[in-house]
Structure formats: structure tokens, C-alpha cells
């Protein structure tokens, strides 16, 4: 019996999606998925094993539900790497920003409410709205996938949504959002009608500034997300947290499944804190890996939008699908996002960027001739 998911009784905002996610092909070079290229160092992997291996110990019984000492730890980490106090009561974690973002929408969003997010960017935050019943609202960007602060309050104050979503820096493009937009556009939301606004900082390490936690201090209404995937190189471990007003993190814990953050998750992202500094220092690298893409698909003749993230979008092609088949057919895999003449690359070691930017140089020449 032929049956597909549109045979089936599913909820009709589903019908004739598809699922998110990149293509996993076997290549030498995968630079699609924005994910740190760099192992976990040895001494750290020994503490991981470490840590869960007292935690093994207590598997018969249900983990911390409330995740105490690791989000006193991202606290502190919030703290030290921003110089704004951030304490317990105003962080929250769960399996991956994603999670965050879903519990977020759960408790703010929902049947009858809607979110607004300014696209390209995240394709995530309108998934997540789709599945928590939420209507979604596309917001426009400018031509250089800057947020045009006028369109966006005109946006604000026509939709008055429930939820806001600024992604800075911003995925796929790579633009940061300047912290005067940010309030502005707060200040917008609150206006049109009482909304909450979450900033979602998941490339935030990899910015040439500052993040906007300070912005929490007085708007109880914001949200700054964040994630383990990315600077700290722990794509698999599934970690993701916020920082807001304890109000917000009380009201989020509605809405939590029970005891949702595993022992083993917490014991593993414990660690990974612990050793801070060293995975900071990959950051360090992969940022100026990534401005040298910049700089080598600029002279090349590409048009390269302005990165703050581990990640460079870069165009402007005909065909960007034709495009990504060449760069694929020379074993290198990057991401061909759907935005219309532009391709994605990850900041991978400095060889596999040597080897995506031969490959883009003889799709230059190919293309040239």
C-alpha cells in the first residue's frame, strides 16, 4: 500500500512541507552545515568521559529536571564573556537552541497568535512556529540583507505580532543587526502590541562585535538565545540555552517536558565549560579563516555579503544550484540555502578552505572560458 504524509490526517498548515535539513553526502570537504571543524581537544574528551561516568553511576534515577549547577555554569559563562551580569534564575537550557526556540513559541506563540521573523534567515524560526501552531509572518530585508528599520516597524505595527525573531548574526547571510535596530525595533514591538522579542545569537562568538545581552537590563520582554553547537564545537551533544528576565524562564519551565535535559547531556556540556578558554581559541582561528574567504572570494570577482558568523554567503550566480553541482563534482560540499543566486560556506581548516577555494577558482575559469 502506497501511502504518503498527505494521505495521512495531519494538520493542514503540514501539508506539502518538507523536513529541515542539509544534505549528508560522503565528500572529502563538507563545509554545509556550519559546524566547527575542529575535534574536541584529548584532555577535554578524558573529562567528558569522566563526567559520565559518575554520572552512569545514577541512571536509575532521574536527572537534575531543573539543571542547576550546569546553568549556574552557563551563567557564568554569559558573565565572563559579555561583562553583563547574568545569573541562575535568568538562564534556561534544553536539546539545542531548537528546543529553546520550540518552548519559547510554545509558551508565547501558539493557535490564534503569530511570530515574525525578517527573511532570509533562520528557516528554523518558521518551522518551529508551523509546528507549535503559530502563524508565521515573513518580514522583508533589504537588497544587501540588511533589515530596513523602517520596512520592519511598518511590519511591526501592520502585524502586531506575538513573537519577533532577530537572528544576529543572521543565518544564512552572515549580517550582524546593530544594537540601536535591536532596541528600536523592541521598543516598535511593544508599541504595536505587548510582544516578546528573542535575539538569537547562535554565531554570536564568531562576531567582529559585541552581543546584546547588555539589552536584557529593563526590557523584560527580550530573549537572547544561544547555543553549544557552534564555538564550542559540540554540534552532537545538542545543548542550547537563554538568557532573560526570570520571569521568562519561569514561564518557559510551563511548557518543559519533565526531566527533558539528561543527565548525560548535562554532565557532557559541564565539561565542555570547563574548558572554555582552549575552544575559544578555535573561534579565534575559524574567524580569521573565515575573513580570508572573504578577502580570496572578493578578489576572485564574487559578491560576498558581509560576515559576522563561521560562515560566508557569496554569489551573485544565474543558476546557484549548477553552481554548488561544480563545487560538489571537486569534493566540496557547501549549502545551497534557496536564496536566489547565492551559495553558503562553512569557515572549515585552513585545508579545507584551500580546498573549496580551488574548487570555486576552477569554476571561475570553467565558467570564463
Not at 552545515?33 to 553511576?57: D, G, Q, S, W
Not at 519561569?250 to 535535559?261: F, I, N, W
Request: charged share 25%; no cysteine; hydrophobic share 40%.
Amino acid at each position: 500500500m502506497n501511502l504518503g504524509i498527505d494521505d495521512l490526517p495531519v494538520r493542514d498548515e503540514l501539508r506539502g512541507k518538507s523536513p529541515y535539513g542539509a544534505p549528508q553526502l560522503d565528500v572529502p570537504v563538507r563545509l554545509n552545515t556550519n559546524e566547527n571543524p575542529y575535534p574536541l581537544p584529548e584532555p577535554l574528551v578524558e573529562r567528558i568521559a569522566e563526567r559520565v561516568r559518575e554520572a552512569a553511576r545514577d541512571l536509575n534515577r532521574y536527572p537534575d529536571r531543573d539543571a542547576v549547577e550546569l546553568r549556574t555554569q552557563l551563567a557564568k559563562y554569559l558573565t565572563d564573556t559579555s561583562g553583563y551580569e547574568v545569573g541562575l534564575a535568568n538562564v534556561w537550557a534544553a536539546n539545542g537552541s531548537n528546543e529553546v526556540l520550540q518552548q519559547l513559541l510554545q509558551t508565547f506563540g501558539g493557535p490564534g497568535r503569530t511570530a515574525i521573523g525578517f527573511e532570509p534567515s533562520y528557516s528554523m524560526h518558521a518551522l518551529i512556529a508551523r509546528g507549535t501552531g503559530t502563524g508565521w509572518i515573513s518580514g522583508p530585508r533589504g537588497e544587501d540583507f540588511t533589515i530596513d528599520l523602517a520596512a520592519a516597524e511598518k511590519a511591526l505595527a501592520e502585524h502586531r505580532p506575538d513573537v519577533v525573531f532577530i537572528t544576529t548574526p543572521n543565518n544564512p547571510t552572515g549580517t550582524a543587526v546593530p544594537a540601536g535596530t535591536v532596541l528600536a525595533l523592541y521598543e516598535a514591538a511593544q508599541a504595536a502590541k505587548p510582544s516578546m522579542v528573542v535575539v538569537d545569537e547562535a554565531y554570536i562568538e564568531f562576531s567582529h562585535g559585541d552581543s546584546l545581552l547588555p539589552l536584557l537590563e529593563g526590557r523584560p520582554n527580550l530573549v537572547v538565545s544561544r547555543t553549544m553547537s557552534k564555538a564550542f564545537g559540540a554540534a552532537g551533544l545538542r545543548l542550547g540555552y537563554l538568557a532573560a528576565h526570570p520571569a521568562v524562564v519561569d514561564a518557559v519551565q510551563l511548557v518543559r517536558l519533565p526531566y527533558h535535559l539528561s543527565a548525560v547531556t548535562q554532565a557532557t556540556a559541564l565539561a565542555a565549560l570547563e574548558h572554555t578558554d582552549t575552544l575559544l581559541k578555535y573561534v579565534e582561528q575559524l574567524k580569521s579563516e573565515r575573513d580570508r574567504l572573504v578577502s580570496e572570494l572578493l578578489a576572485l570577482g564574487y559578491e560576498v555579503t558581509a560576515s559576522d558568523a563561521n560562515f560566508v554567503q557569496f554569489g551573485r550566480f544565474a543558476d546557484a544550484h549548477e553552481v554548488w553541482r561544480k563545487i560538489l563534482d571537486r569534493g566540496v560540499l557547501v549549502r545551497d540555502n534557496g536564496v536566489p543566486g547565492w551559495l553558503r560556506v562553512t569557515a572549515g581548516t585552513p585545508e579545507e578552505n584551500d580546498a573549496f577555494l580551488d574548487a570555486v577558482r576552477e569554476v571561475k575559469k570553467e565558467q570564463s572560458a
